[in-house]
């Protein structure tokens, strides 16, 4: 992966709720605080948010922003992120698929 080491980066989970379920899994991701204890784990995150697909009705994204790569990398190996994803795993009809995006500041590519 070509890793951006002072660029904020944006990290993308797409994940869908078992059938017609997905008002059950957004409940579960709030009540449980997910994205504060995102917050209060890692000093490293900025912002985010949570999507709802409008072509999908089981889709949801959840979008992260991060100072940098290393703060998303804590993200990754922190127990906090096991806890929520064991949590939540029961409301899932499958594995969320990630995606991770070095966020470009003006016309040119992110340097390495």
């Known amino acids: 992966m070509n890793e951006h080491p002072s660029t904020c980066v944006r990290s993308t989970l797409t994940a869908k709720s078992m059938p017609r379920q997905r008002e059950q899994l957004?409940?579960?991701f709030f009540q449980r605080r997910v994205l504060q204890e995102c917050q209060e784990a890692?000093?490293?995150f900025l912002s985010a948010e949570v999507l709802l697909s409008l072509?999908?009705?089981d889709?949801?994204?959840i979008s992260v922003l991060w100072r940098d790569h290393a703060a998303w990398q804590a993200?990754?190996?922190s127990a906090v992120r096991l806890?929520?994803?064991q949590h939540l795993?029961?409301?899932l009809a499958c594995a969320p698929v990630g995606q991770?995006?070095?966020v470009a500041t003006d016309a040119a590519e992110p340097k390495a």
Do not use: V
């Open 26 to 28: 957004l409940a579960a």
């Open 42 to 44: 890692i000093p490293g």
């Open 55 to 57: 072509t999908d009705a």
């Open 59 to 61: 889709e949801l994204q």
């Open 75 to 77: 993200w990754q190996d």
């Open 83 to 85: 806890q929520q994803a």
């Open 89 to 91: 795993a029961p409301l």
């Open 100 to 102: 991770l995006f070095a």
